[in-house]
């Protein structure tokens, strides 16, 4: 309660100075806008659709905003890239933090001085104002009913992810072990994650869960992971990719080994390629995200507590942004609002280059 205490007097402090910079500088001090960090977990075409929201806030809200890419997904990688964006004075920080167990006491460290939102990959032990994302949870308890319904005899499936200490992933998996146990349910991550052994058997064995398979963040690996997995267990009912870059790379192996559309599989966000084989009928659904409300909500935030105003954060922290299931039934119409900010996302990509 203390440390939470002496967060917010920090805050308040610095808001404070800032305004006041903003307010008694002459002309070069109006003009020079408040920097943001926006940080994301990995190089995917997810964060595309949040690079759309970012060009648009920029704009409206008078900020500056570094849109920041690891090239390999690695928490070393966001650490330098928050000790950047400290030395340069920034007045705020978004972050889809990857392993939050270990990198906490540094965050609540920079929180000392800088705000910080979570979105998509939580830290939800930390100081941070607030968490903009779906419950991965809840999510992951939808992907549960959508084995289900693809599987209602039951069936043996993988998972694939890229790590297991990401907040996102032990919340996915959780909530579809969860729904498959059939256990009460509830929106927020209960706190104890299943551990991660082979043929974990689900709703008194009619499902089992082979393998959750990691690859680190690499695509390649993914990939790899899917092919040996097919290997492995070649009587297999269903793969299911739980980061946006596992999906394509489960089709690509199913592609190459004969399996596209025999093989059922399910993935998460809305990796073009997923929501293609959706379309076609080669995956059964994509648990979707709405990347793009997240760099909205983030960058507002943060811009709302630099210049002294209400942010607006829910008494739980959260600031909810549902997932959606889409399947066969809704796939046209999701797909043509994705197109749009998937354009818009990479020619404003493009102009940073």
Same mark, same amino acid.
């Given at each position: ?114 705000? !910080?939102? *979570?979105?998509?990959? @939580? ?6 104002? &607030? ?5 991965? $949870? +809840? %999510? ?122 025999? !093989?059922? *599989?399910?993935?998460? @966000? ?6 293609? &084989? ?5 995956? $059964? +659904? %994509? ?67």
């Amino acid at each position: 309660m203390k440390k939470k205490m002496l967060m917010l007097v920090l805050i308040t402090l610095l808001v404070f100075s800032t305004v006041s910079v903003w307010a008694e500088g002459g002309k070069e001090d109006v003009e020079k806008k408040p920097l943001i960090g926006f940080i994301t977990n990995g190089p995917y075409e997810f964060w595309t659709y949040s690079a759309a929201a970012i060009e648009i806030q920029k704009k409206d809200l008078n900020i500056d905003v570094d849109f920041m890419l690891p090239a390999n997904g690695l928490p070393e990688e966001q650490k330098r890239f928050i000790e950047s964006l400290v030395a340069r004075g920034a007045v705020g920080i978004g972050i889809s933090v990857v392993d939050p167990d270990n990198v906490t006491p540094f965050l609540d460290e920079v929180m000392d001085t800088i705000p !910080m939102v *979570m979105f998509d990959s @939580d830290a939800p032990d930390s100081m941070r104002l &607030a968490y903009v994302g779906m419950s991965n $949870y +809840a %999510a992951g308890r939808m992907a549960g009913e959508a084995v289900t319904e693809v599987l209602p005899d039951g069936g043996e499936f993988m998972i694939s992810v890229g790590r297991l200490d990401a907040q996102n992933a032990i919340e996915r998996r959780q909530g579809m072990i969860d729904e498959l146990n059939n256990e009460p349910y509830v929106v927020q991550y209960p706190g104890e994650m299943t551990p991660n052994t082979d043929r974990i058997e689900l709703g008194g064995g009619k499902w089992v869960l082979l393998e959750t398979r990691t690859d680190g963040g690499d695509q390649s690996v993914a990939k790899a992971n899917a092919e040996d997995a097919i290997l492995k267990y070649p009587e297999m009912d269903l793969m299911v990719g739980m980061w946006s870059y596992s999906s394509p790379a489960i089709l690509s192996a199913l592609t190459e080994a004969g399996l596209l559309g025999k !093989m059922k *599989m399910i993935g998460f @966000d809305q990796e073009t390629v997923l929501l293609q &084989a959706v379309k076609d009928g080669n995956a $059964y +659904a %994509a648990l979707g995200q709405d990347p793009f409300t997240y760099g909205l909500k983030t960058v507002e935030i943060l811009a709302k507590v630099a210049r002294g105003e209400d942010p607006g954060i829910p008494a739980n922290g959260l600031v909810d942004v549902p997932a959606i299931k889409i399947t066969q039934d809704n796939i046209d119409e999701v797909w043509a609002k994705y197109e749009q900010q998937l354009s818009d996302g990479r020619a404003y990509l493009d102009s940073l280059e």
